[in-house]
């Protein structure tokens, strides 16, 4: 099989090659600014690697190319940083849908099978997070069901949705394409995937404020308080990359199961709130230091306003219904949630914390 990915550099993209490239039968062509995670596969005789991005005139050229010899398009590219939503609302538009429209187009144009990353935040806020009792009594208010469950997003000022929403357009774009058009699509609304190389640590590798796992761990690593955004009673489930990658190949392995659905890709057993999950990665990264100290490493409540900037909101709870995977990949995740932090909080410690006491 012929892929291209755009965006193979990124967190899932390199374990998607580490899955992929360890099957002789899979040649790829893969796009991306960045090669500090696949530097392992840059040898690779099954793997063509642009360290550029995909979207500039010269590379759409080499990408229609691409397209055109492929069976397999995968886009993965797109700028996913909570703190980006509202402080640079104009590139986190332009990089989930403007810039990805062209791709979208020649995959319509020439009938090639998209498999187009979007997010679990295109479902916004849940309907019972607007009701008046505000509570979780019946999974029909709450529950993510991919072709039912409508999408509802907070008002324009808020301008947290804008990634929300410009992925959602770039949904319906696709679904547009495939209707008018006849382009063979698969969309995957990605729930929390943790694992090894997922993010970077503020002044170390990268600037300003990641994603909450990094953020956790930045603070672990420096003896700061774990700074909970208002309170922590944000609702997330998260699965291991490695069975959200396996869900990938699946679906390449089934175009006739997988081709012109989306699909949720998540753990429900996994569920926490961000308290839960601050209380049990310093109970984790106790286990991996041996230090028991950190059981009690301080956490303390931030406003979103403070962390994130003004024009902040969060979605309440995000419980995915993941019949449809299930069903017609055959997928089931199994790896529980203290697994899943523990290697991926374990690769993190090795990276960052013993180097800098070496």
Known sequence: MRVVILGCGGFVGSHLLDNLLGDESYLIEGWDPEDRKIRHHLGNPRFTFHRSVANSPEALVEVERAVQECDVVINLAAICNPSDYNTRPVSVIHASLFDVYPVIQLC???????????????????????????????PDLYELREDETPLVMGPIQNQRWSYACAKQMAERLVYAHHAEDGLPFTIVRP???????????PSRDGDGVPRVLACFMAALMSGQPMQLVDGGQARRTIVSIHEAVDAVRRMLERPSAAQNQAFNIGNPHNEVTMAELAD????????????????????????????????????DRRMPDIGKAQRLLGWNPTMALPEVLLETMRAYHEAYAVPAVA
């Open 108 to 138: 319509a144009k020439y009938r090639r099978w998209l498999v187009s990353f979007s997010t679990s935040e295109v479902y916004g806020r849940t309907i019972a997070s607007y009701l008046p009792a505000g509570t979780y009594d019946d």
């Open 280 to 315: 049990l990665m310093r109970r984790t990264y106790a286990k991996i230091t041996g230090d028991a100290r950190f059981n009690d490493h301080p956490i303390v409540t931030v406003s979103a306003e403070r962390f994130y900037g003004q024009g902040y909101e969060d979605c």
């Open 191 to 201: 729930l929390n995937f943790f694992g090894p190389r997922m993010d970077y640590i």
